[in-house]
């Protein structure tokens, strides 16, 4: 018998390695994302300043995808939980200056 919950010692090391590939997936998952929905709210801004957009629709889309990259920063560093929410975020402030265009 091996302890109160007849555990190896191999299923601890197991169980314990899958929590690390997780987080490590959720880590690029928040980072990489992070970093898409920037470079994609960075390219439209630069559209919309070269178009016949008001001020507020360009500024939007920077201010969101600023987010989104701290969003990428928090991602990588493991706070993954925050970046979910920055992602969020940021998306939504794109989505209204896109409303106003």
Not at 19 to 34: E, F, H, M, P, Y
């Amino acid at each position: 018998m091996n302890g109160p919950a007849n555990f190896e010692p191999s299923d601890i090391q197991e169980e314990y390695d899958g929590q690390v590939l997780d987080a490590r997936r959720a880590r690029w998952t928040a980072s990489g994302t992070g970093a898409l929905l920037a470079l994609a709210g960075l390219a439209a801004a630069v559209l919309r300043v070269a178009g016949s957009a008001p001020a507020l629709v360009p500024a939007a889309y920077a201010f969101g995808a600023a987010v989104c990259a701290l969003a990428a920063v928090l991602g990588s560093r493991g706070r993954t939980r925050r970046a979910l929410w920055l992602l969020i975020v940021g998306v939504m402030v794109m989505a209204l200056g896109d409303q106003f265009d």
